[in-house]
């Protein structure tokens, strides 16, 4: 069951303030605490309601903040009023990491459960539409080269990027900046097609000042923060021909009557693309688990060894039959090994 995360997380919210007691008062909690990506989100709600189905342990909470608010929260420090889990849909940064160490949070277990593809979408028509890499970064930038100067963006149709494109305004659906799936489309289409660039590299000669230019998306209404419900998402595209937007790809699958995905760089995203890295829009899935939680937390152990069973993320798992894209054999053992012995 994948229930809406406006549900999950109106219920963390009540037990949040009703039923995790403050270290100061007991010393465990009967129930774990998951934040983080919404693109892990449903993955790790249908592993926790598996989990709590074996009846040995209630069932976990898990909330979709996004990678970036997730880690927000995990890192702010131990204790039963704080996470005991967060996913991602990318590796926790270095500055995340400081945040943690500066909070007393080393003692982290990190594992992976999966690929999954970023795609961009649109509602289900009759062609097979692409689009590459620059053709995204020119239309979503918020300075594009022009006569050899860099001008603020104020394209307005696709076929003005692109001849070969729709003749339709440039809307994209997207994510909040604390999104994982925000930072994977930003650094992989928009840094990397824009460091490339002469006039971006004359501009800025220092690495670190082009990078954080390459990243910056206008802020006119053609890209649309739509938050972490990706079914809601999915939604107002099928409502709205003209529109395109990015997701995880194991929303395609549910929303397939409705919606279709774009090819990149003429790569269709699929299981084979996506797992063997020729679609360029692919991330592996992580876990970030408190070993320090370990012994306070019922449960949590045993929830990292659910995740991580044959049963969930092997080539026939409950998760893979959800749209997880399976790690290999070899890496997958690696992984589930790495969860079950959770040193740091």
């Avoid at 219920?11 to 990506?37: C, E, M, N, W």
């Avoid at 070993?291 to 044959?310: C, F, M, P, R, V």
Wanted: net charge neutral; glycine share 8%; proline share 6%.
């Amino acid at each position: 069951m994948n229930l809406p995360i406006s549900y999950i997380a109106a219920f963390s919210l009540v037990f949040g303030a009703i039923s995790i007691p403050h270290s100061s008062y007991a010393s465990t909690r009967d129930q774990i605490k998951i934040v983080g990506s919404g693109t892990v989100f449903p993955f790790a709600a249908l592993a926790a309601e598996t989990f709590g189905k074996e009846g040995k342990f209630k069932t976990p909470i898990v909330e979709a903040t996004g990678t970036g608010g997730g880690f927000k929260l995990f890192c702010s420090g131990n204790g039963l009023e704080t996470p005991d889990i967060s996913n991602a849909s990318r590796p926790m940064m270095p500055e995340e990491k400081e945040v943690c160490k500066k909070n007393g949070v080393t003692n982290i277990t990190e594992f992976s459960i999966g690929y999954d593809g970023i795609v961009i979408a649109r509602k289900k028509q009759h062609d097979n539409l692409g689009i590459s890499a620059k053709d995204l970064f020119m239309g979503l930038a918020r300075k594009v080269p022009k006569n050899g100067a860099l001008v603020d963006n104020t394209v307005q149709n696709w076929k003005d990027v692109n001849p070969s494109l729709p003749d339709q305004p440039i809307k994209v659906y997207g994510t909040s900046p604390t999104s994982g799936t925000r930072d994977t489309f930003v650094e992989i289409i928009m840094e990397n097609t824009c460091k490339e660039l002469p006039e971006f590299k004359a501009v800025y000669p220092n690495a670190k000042d082009l990078k954080n230019a390459c990243g910056l998306i206008r802020e006119d209404n053609k890209f649309i923060e739509a938050g972490e419900d990706y079914n809601a998402t999915a939604q107002k595209l099928s409502n709205d021909p003209n529109a395109f937007a990015l997701f995880g790809f194991s929303f395609l699958a549910p929303n397939k009557a409705t919606i279709q995905s774009l090819n990149l760089n003429s790569i269709e995203p699929d299981y084979k693309t996506i797992s063997d890295g020729s679609y360029k829009l692919s991330r592996k899935l992580y876990f970030y688990l408190k070993n320090d939680h370990l012994k306070d937390i019922h449960g949590l152990a045993e929830y990292t060894k659910e995740i991580t069973s044959e049963g969930a993320i092997g080539n026939d798992g409950y998760l893979v039959d959800k749209g997880l894209i399976p790690l290999s054999d070899e890496e997958r053992a690696t992984q589930k090994k790495t969860a079950r012995e959770l040193k740091p």
